[in-house]
């Protein structure tokens, strides 16, 4: 499932460098999550880690965005193949 960020976001700074695929930027209000690009660091880490950063703990499952752990290192591996 890709995250999202809720509008409890603080805009802290701290998420987005954090994300090895580079989903998050920040939006017009509070930092958003490119469900496209989200693993929920699958193939990278064991947890999301813009979620072990979050001071105030507003990241949580996109609800429209629903994947199980397969589905999401497919993801990772399209991401990061190597386009030849």
Not at 5 to 32: F, H, L, S
Not at 34 to 46: L, Q, R, S
Request: glycine residues 4%; hydrophobic residues 30%; charged residues 25%.
């Amino acid at each position: 499932m890709a995250l999202m960020i809720t509008d409890e976001c603080i805009n802290c700074d701290v998420c987005e460098p954090e994300c090895p695929n580079g989903a998050i930027t920040q939006g017009e209000e509070v930092y958003e999550i490119d469900p496209g690009k989200c693993t929920e660091c699958v193939g990278h880490f064991d947890t999301p880690q813009c979620i072990e950063v979050c001071p105030v703990d507003c990241i949580i499952p996109h609800p429209d965005h629903v994947e199980d752990k397969d589905q999401l290192q497919q993801k990772f591996l399209k991401l990061t193949a190597v386009k030849s």
